[in-house]
């Protein structure tokens, strides 16, 4: 028996946005590792390069497969009273948020997120471990429309 | 319990006027610190004006006391506590009886002196939002507990649709209490090293005033040549080491009396009211909808003699009013007692059921596995290392027997999970206060097709929450559709009443 749901992927906009967020923390690698090439070459240690050469291909991967592959682990679903979202792609995880148990609700959108067409929808519990659930790179009429979904279904149980 | 409360403009009321005297009294260590100094500075000009500056000092705090106590008013309206404060910069704040959890009343020994209380309405918000008074007479104490603590009720059963009577009748019933024995039992087992810090603080004094140095190594050698043979030598150590003991059991023993004496805990229709303290006397109230889990736990030798403590987790934020301890040391049958008015009960292990062997698996890969690679590691550098190993033994041990107490089971609607070897913990949780159901993977739990099933619940802490760890990746889904099968079970049930 595996989840009893069937996920739904992201939109392709978020792998750009995954993609340009792995850009920055790249960038710095290559950087790093172009400055302990210049000290080598200063110093005249036989193949300053190498450090600069082994970064490309780690930084390529880092941009190009790893945000592709971690797109691909997210997924969603709305069941009839819980929200699925599960991500991960070392550790999988799986969150199932009943949605009686949602305490409130965000959409957010960032520029890069603006520009690719995807939003997130952030969901707030009284929990404390998985306190607060997010679910990225879906519409922002998903967004919306998942967002008044819930509200509908927030009952005013105590906890 | 008084009319003129429920009108529109509440009675708006000061605080004790004891108060005063016992900030001044608070103060008055600060205030009177600087008098050597300022006798050392005029040592010519004599005592007399020392005192008089000291006075003066003192009656400048009297008056900023003053000023601060006649600017504090609080009052009870319809709907909310509002407490107003400040000399300069006013405060008011207001504290919804809905979001009130717990009326807590303290007495420390100050408080005593002047037969005042303080009074903190704790609410689920940040701690901020709490409110204190501090510090109001006795009757006026328990009068604003009985007044909140009924409208709080009323608030939360209104929307909990349970009955009201409930909260209407507010007879006491005694539930557990700790006779004088048994809290000197509890602590034996509470044994405490702290106080050795503050010897050895105070021998660094010692040492000091006697130009003693503890550290000088001729001196041990002459007090071990003076003690003409080796033998006897290692008995003072052993003398030493036993004293040491008893010291740490005495210290457990006296803080336990002071916290647990007159431990006492009173089922009052919707909420617990346990009252402890020699010195401190402490009151809480717990209200019975705000629980979100019972635990028990016990350690190996109280386990052995059949003690246990049982803990509740409410919403409150500070971590030491998260989960009160409702009976710190108590047999089973009395945590059965404590537990029937939350409506949960314990249940035999054997009921339950152990999660993979795979458990096994990990545990040992992780308890064992990776300290044997660092000890192997470092014994390339210092071979000596390699009798780190036997310590290798009983983690095996402990490894081994993991699983057999790791259990979990669904029983009657209320999901129970056990865990540990040496210090056992027994979670009991009502599915309706599960906020979200989590069922993780890691790498080396893909590899032996497990999952861990952790269950969010308010007021859990960071790390060590409901947790089933390893289970088939089948009964962990299997698992998280039993609890909310069993959740909707339990609102219908609830909007159905």
């Known amino acids: 028996m595996h989840p009893p749901v069937t996920l739904t992927s992201l939109e392709p906009g978020q792998r750009r946005v995954m993609q340009l967020a792995a850009l920055l923390p790249a960038l710095a690698l290559l950087a790093v590792s172009a400055g302990i090439g210049a000290a080598l070459f200063a110093k005249d240690v036989p193949l300053p390069w190498l450090p600069a050469a082994l970064a490309v291909p780690a930084v390529l991967f880092l941009v190009l497969v790893m945000p592709v592959r971690a797109y691909r682990a997210w997924g969603w679903a709305l069941a009839e009273d819980e929200l699925h979202v599960a991500h991960g792609l070392w550790s999988r995880v799986h969150t199932v948020v009943p949605l009686s148990r949602v305490q409130h609700l965000d959409v957010a959108q960032g520029p890069v997120e603006r520009a690719n067409g995807v939003a997130r929808l952030i969901v707030h519990t009284a929990g404390t471990a998985h306190a607060t659930v997010t679910l990225p790179g879906i519409s922002r009429d998903t967004a919306e429309q998942l967002r008044d979904v819930i509200r509908a279904q927030i009952r005013s149980e105590p906890w | 319990m008084s009319a003129n409360e429920t009108a529109d403009a509440p009675t708006v009321r000061r605080l004790h006027p004891g108060t005063i005297g016992i900030t001044l009294l608070r103060q008055a260590p600060s205030t009177l610190l600087g008098l050597p100094a300022i006798l050392a500075l005029m040592s010519d000009t004599g005592l007399l004006i020392a005192i008089a500056i000291a006075a003066v000092g003192m009656a400048v705090a009297g008056i900023f006391a003053w000023l601060n106590w006649s600017r504090f008013t609080y009052a009870i309206g319809a709907d909310s506590v509002v407490i107003e404060s400040g000399v300069f910069s006013r405060n008011r704040r207001v504290i919804p009886f809905a979001r009130v959890q717990d009326v807590d009343i303290e007495r420390k020994p100050l408080h005593r002196l002047f037969g005042l209380a303080k009074v903190t309405l704790e609410t689920g918000g940040s701690g901020d939002d709490e409110g204190d008074l501090d510090s ?8 604003l507990r009985a007044v909140v603590r009924a409208r709080a009720t009323g608030a939360i059963m209104q929307s909990a649709a349970q009955p009201a009577e409930a909260a209407a009748s507010p007879r006491s019933r005694v539930l557990y209490a700790m006779s004088l024995s048994r809290v000197l039992g509890w602590g034996l087992f509470n044994f405490s090293l702290i106080w050795l810090a503050v010897i050895f603080g105070a021998l660094q004094y010692v040492e000091d005033w006697t130009s003693i140095d503890l550290y000088d190594r001729d001196l041990w050698e002459m007090l071990r040549d003076r003690s003409a043979r080796y033998v006897v030598a290692s008995a003072a150590w052993v003398a030493l080491a036993a004293a040491l003991g008893l010291l740490g059991v005495a210290a457990g023993l006296i803080r336990t009396l002071l916290r647990d004496y007159g431990f006492t805990v009173a089922d009052e229709g919707g909420r617990y009211r346990r009252t402890r303290g020699l010195l401190t006397h402490s009151e809480a109230v717990i209200a019975l909808p705000r ?204 909007s159905g009443a």
């Not at chain 2, 109001?136 to 009068?143: D, F, K, N, T, Y």
Request: net charge positive.
């Open chain 2, 136 to 143: 109001v007479g006795i009757e006026e104490a328990q009068r």
């Open chain 2, 291 to 494: 629980v979100q889990l019972a635990r028990i736990d016990t350690g190996w030798p109280r386990r052995r003699l059949g003690w246990m403590r049982l803990r509740v987790q409410t919403l409150a934020t500070d971590d030491k009013a998260r989960m009160p301890e409702i009976a710190p040391f108590a047999r089973g049958g009395e945590v059965d007692t404590l537990l029937a008015p939350l409506a949960l009960e314990r249940v035999h292990p054997a009921l339950l059921e152990r999660v993979s062997s795979g458990h096994v698996v990990r545990a040992i890969l992780r308890q064992v596995g990776v300290p044997a690679a660092a000890i192997v590691i470092a014994a390339l550098f210092a071979p000596a290392a390699l009798l780190l190993g036997l310590l290798l033994i009983p983690a095996l041990a402990l490894a081994l027997l993991r699983r057999r107490y790791h259990r979990f089971a669904l029983i009657d609607g209320i999901l129970h999970v056990q865990r540990g070897v040496l210090t056992r913990q027994t979670w009991i949780v009502p599915p309706r206060n599960v906020q979200a159901v989590t069922i993780r993977r890691g790498p080396v739990q893909r590899l032996l097709g497990l999952s861990t099933v952790v269950a969010d619940t308010a007021g859990a802490p960071m790390l060590g929450g409901v947790m089933v760890q390893d289970v088939a990746h089948d009964r962990a889904w299997a698992l998280a559709a039993a609890l909310r099968e069993a959740r909707l079970a339990a609102s219908a049930a609830r």
